[in-house]
């Protein structure tokens, strides 16, 4: 296995296409790296500038430490997984996953040893004779994943493997995944467009945004300390509520949002003075937004709002609110019978929120 | 349908009704179509005529080689045509295409000077090398690739293929059902063709069946029509069975994508 070394890199397609903007990276050893960001933010060209199937326009490109810039993908040693897995039509299962290892020249017992071996793996034996349209979308998406393990190679690359699975499919091959990557000891960098898929599988998680990184960090750090407000709103399901509002000083410091005023906690309005009297905007995850208890303290903020919509999920309650200005989501811990139209009132645990510069949509506390 | 099929059929009948009849039978109506007589003697004569084999063996060298050559050469053109995408290819595309629509009569003339400069007319190179691509299959094939995923051939650039490898080994055998079609097209209009065929050959040693046949059929005075009749039945049989075999290739082919 490998390290991958990203440093400076920047792909610009013809007409000007800005796909990766500078971006630097290292991804060590036998790590599970997960790039994560919405479609069109370059994710997928990440991926392929590392495999050579895209030419850089900057920057270098380092796999076991040996620059790798003009080095075609076929000299790279690197397996990918394509999201709609490009399995040879024409070939049996067998000669799929063969297939690289014939070109390799490797001799025919010790093909036929490797592929029954990451067969066996991947509980596709019985499939060796088929062909690919005799499989579902399931079984294609392992003998994808044989093709890649049986070749042994430097880094694996997975593009979006898992989007073209039904759900119950999608968070049984997550497990799958995970399981492989620690049973391989592999160095796998692994896009995705759903945050549930990064948070679950990634050593470390890259967030892009417009082919710039935005942060890079484990999956808990960037749920809590997320560095701007693209990164808070897109890792968690359903996303951060962005609560738009002005900073007040009345005694102690307040966010005021028009419908309901919250006490800043003494030790996050250390960090906002500089925002005093000026527009600010809060960040609240769905689950810190709760019904009103008794238990109501000076950082447990009780605000009204009107539901909109209710989403029983069997263990928890997810309910679109409105304050009458902000739409706000709470995940609510428990199951509720709330009706639509109603009037209920919440309450926001202060100690546990964000604060973002409207500005430049950093993250200040 | 029926009546399309009537249409259709129509002349293989006369052929075959006029090559069964009698020496001086012509058809009148459409109630001669029936013979009264049936003679296969016109059969014999051509069957047992050495010329006949020969018109055939030649047609038979030819149709294969330019078959072979379209198989191979078109969609080795159309593969570059498509995935090195510059705008000096896309010229080439465009060239490509405007080919289709010149008349192949305005061709003769400067083809055959072209030949003749080369010392080639009367050979089969003649018959062949000018033919070995035809931009109709190249065009046809082109389209056919963009209906492939890239991804197939991306996949075989990581397991470790070259572009030829990856082009003949994974690409090739995914064109099969455009390459029955291209096959199949092709052998059945270079079977067939005659103008060209007729300019480009003086004498019987590559000569090809339907201009062979012509000569073949013709008397001093007069066309020897029942002959003729025979020996298109005869030339015809080879088209009829790859066309039917074709259709089925191609229908598996197509269904099993």
């Known amino acids: 296995m490998a390290n991958v070394v990203l440093k400076n890199v920047t792909k610009i397609f013809p007409g000007g296409v800005v796909a990766i903007k500078d971006a630097t990276i290292e991804v060590a050893d036998r790590e599970f790296l997960v790039i994560v960001g919405p479609s069109g933010c370059g994710k997928s060209t990440f991926l392929r500038v590392i495999a050579g199937l895209e030419e850089l326009t900057a920057g270098e490109i380092y796999i076991d430490g040996k620059l790798v810039n003009d080095v075609p993908p076929k000299d790279r040693d690197i397996a990918m997984v394509f999201q709609n897995y490009a399995l040879y039509p024409h070939m049996t299962v067998f000669d799929n996953m063969a297939f690289g290892l014939k070109l390799r020249k490797f001799p025919k017992e010790e093909i036929r040893q490797r592929v029954h071996e990451a ?5 596709i034996e019985q499939l060796l004779d088929r062909k690919p349209k005799a499989l579902s979308g399931g079984q294609r998406q392992r003998v994808a994943v044989g093709r890649a393990i049986v070749r042994k190679p430097k880094v694996f690359l997975f593009d979006e493997p898992l989007s073209n ?18 049973r391989l000891k592999a160095t796998i960098i692994y896009v995705t467009h759903d945050q549930i898929e990064a948070m679950t599988m990634g050593d470390r998680i890259v967030v892009l945004k417009d082919g710039m990184i935005q942060q890079v960090a484990d999956p808990m750090t960037l749920y809590d300390s997320p560095v701007n407000k693209f990164v808070a709103g897109f890792i968690g399901s359903p996303a951060m509520n962005f609560i738009d509002g002005k900073l007040l000083r009345d005694g102690a410091l307040y966010f005021d949002e028009g419908t309901f005023k919250a006490k800043v906690p003494d030790e996050i309005a250390s960090h906002l003075q500089a925002f005093e009297g000026k527009e600010i905007t809060l960040g609240v995850r769905p689950e810190v937004i709760q019904e009103k208890t008794d238990k109501i303290g000076l950082e447990i903020v009780p605000f009204k709002a009107k ?24 995940r609510l811990i428990a199951r509720k019978d709330l009706k639509p139209d109603s009037d209920v009132e919440f309450v926001i645990d202060m100690t546990r929120v964000h604060f973002f510069d409207p500005s430049n949509e950093k993250t200040i506390v | 349908m029926l009546i399309l099929l009537f249409i259709n059929l129509l002349p293989l009948g006369v052929m075959l009704s006029v090559s069964l009849k009698g020496e001086g039978s012509v058809l009148r109506s459409l109630a001669d179509l029936i013979p009264k007589q049936i003679t296969f003697a016109h059969y014999a004569e051509v069957l047992s005529s050495g010329r006949f084999a020969r018109y055939f063996l030649n047609s038979t060298i030819v149709a294969i080689a330019v078959v072979a050559g379209n198989l191979i050469f078109a969609p080795m053109a159309a593969y570059a045509l498509l995935r090195s995408d510059s705008k000096v290819t896309r010229i080439f595309l465009v060239l490509v295409i405007a080919t289709m629509m010149v008349p192949k009569h305005i061709m003769m003339i400067p083809l055959f000077t072209m030949l003749y400069r080369m010392h080639l007319i009367d050979t089969y190179f003649a018959l062949v090398l000018p033919f070995l691509v035809d931009a109709f299959n190249v065009f046809f094939v082109y389209q056919y690739l963009k209906t492939i995923p890239h991804e197939i051939e991306e996949a075989a650039f990581m397991d470790g293929a070259s572009l030829a490898n990856a082009f003949f080994r994974v690409v090739y055998p995914v064109l099969k059902p455009a390459l029955a079609v291209v096959a199949t097209n092709t052998f059945l209009i270079n079977w067939n063709s005659f103008l060209l065929p007729f300019v480009l050959t003086s004498s019987d040693k590559v000569r090809t069946l339907p201009v062979g046949l012509a000569i073949f059929s013709q008397g001093e005075h007069s066309t020897d029509w029942s002959l003729l009749m025979a020996g298109s039945i005869l030339a015809a049989v080879p088209t009829i069975v790859i066309w039917i075999r074709s259709q089925k290739i191609a229908q598996s082919m197509l269904a099993s994508r």
């Open chain 1, 119 to 123: 067969a066996r793996i991947l509980g």
């Open chain 1, 307 to 330: 539901v909109e919509v209710v989403e029983p999920m069997g263990n928890e309650t997810i309910v679109y609110v409105t304050t009458g200005k902000t739409p706000i989501v709470a």
């Open chain 1, 165 to 182: 699975l039904d759900a119950k499919m999608r968070v049984q091959m997550r497990a799958e995944l995970s399981k492989l990557h620690n």
